[in-house]
């Protein structure tokens, strides 16, 4: 039975996580299992965006850093790399997130995606046909994904395998978004990435998770556990429930686990180390309206609530472009003043995610709220 291990781990102190990790690791077998001397292993870490560590949208640096000495004493090479969620922004968020500095002081080579060149992957996915994936992330030896434990405005959830979306760099992802802008698509299309590469193994980060409305304009939540599997599907299953929320409700761990992808089924999931009613929590759900409703009545109204809401530009714009240079769709003018042109916006969320002025917000109409008032007067 494939194994997710769950370990308690209070804070960010380099000995504290290094011990938290090893315990998490020997739980599912060691690092022996998949690591040979010499070998390449790429961690795949979470830098969205250029946010600080306390944000918590980043895999932390003492995470980073701890993976990267577990590695070198396993025999391995320690590589860290992403692309971030902006073209052109990726050595930004490693060097804000602290993920650089982690990785070069404790011996690992930092890559960005962004300049590593890419393979075109042919895929025979629900949504994708082809992909650019960097290349470093199917050249290494070794892939293991580093994610923040999260919520996300649009798949609810973001954890081992959505960590992947980063391997596609450049504007790759603003085409997938344009392509997937629904989170039933987007969740194939995730998912439809995740099946062209091999991942070894997860280890997340759960000391400080995010809630709300993630993967970056949430509220950090202390949830103090850090998370293991050599299957990054089964920690899909097992992270969500962590989080209070129930595994079925993240389409990305049901249809990677319905592909064959990896176990997405708790039932057939052997959790070790702390058990998961021992450390669930509450995390607030992001505040799209129909994720407050229950799954059905949230499938049935979700085209309405998303015509009744609209993403905005605040005051609080520093007209810093990356929103602009995101948005698969251009529908973001800064001048004369900050606009999206409501016609074109697919609300893919991407703006709401990469802005780190907390500027773009999602509106929902004085009428919108009545309509859903009168619907569900007991959940809004
Ligand atoms: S809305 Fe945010 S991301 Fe967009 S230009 Fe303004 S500050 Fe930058
Ligand atoms: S304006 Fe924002 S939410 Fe709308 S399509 Fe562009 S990036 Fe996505």
Known sequence: MVKVSIVKCE??????????????????????????PDDNVMLKVNA?????????????????GAMVEIVKEAGGIPYVGDSSGAYGFTAQA??????????????????????????????NGRVLSSINVAKPALDCDVLVSLPK???HMLTKYTGAVKNFFGVIPGGGKAAIHRMAPTEESLSHAVVDIYSALKPKLA????????????????????????????????????APEVMGFSHRDVLTTCIAGERGLGVGELDCIEVVGEKINDVR???????RIYYRLPTFLGRFV????????????????????????????SAITLFPSPLIDQKK????????????????????????????????????
């Open 11 to 36: 804070n960010y102190d380099h000995n504290r996580v290094k011990k938290a990790i090893l315990e998490s690791l020997e739980l599912i077998g060691g690092l022996g299992k998949i690591i040979k």
């Open 48 to 64: 969205i965006a250029g946010f600080p560590p306390e944000h918590a949208a980043t895999t932390h640096p003492a995470v980073v």
């Open 94 to 123: 490693l060097e804000l997130s602290g993920i650089k500095k982690a990785c070069e002081e404790h011996g690992g080579k930092l890559v960005n995606f962004e300049s590593t060149g890419t393979y075109a992957v042919k895929l």
């Open 149 to 151: 434990m999260k919520t």
């Open 203 to 238: 280890v997340m980060d759960g000391i400080v998770g995010m809630e709300g409305d993630g993967a970056t304009n949430g509220t950090p939540i202390a949830s103090n556990v850090i998370l293991s599997s050599m299957d990054c599907v089964a920690l899909d299953a097992v």
């Open 281 to 287: 929590l509450g995390f607030k759900k992001p505040s």
């Open 302 to 329: 979700f085209k309405n609530a998303e015509n009744m809401s609209r993403v905005e530009i605040s005051n609080d714009c520093r007209r810093c472009r990356i929103c602009v240079e995101s948005c698969p769709v």
């Open 345 to 380: 916006c697919i609300k893919c969320y991407c703006c709401h995610e990469l802005c780190r002025s907390g500027a773009v917000k999602l509106k929902t109409s004085y009428l919108g709220r009545r309509q859903l008032k009168r619907w569900y007067p007991e959940r809004l």
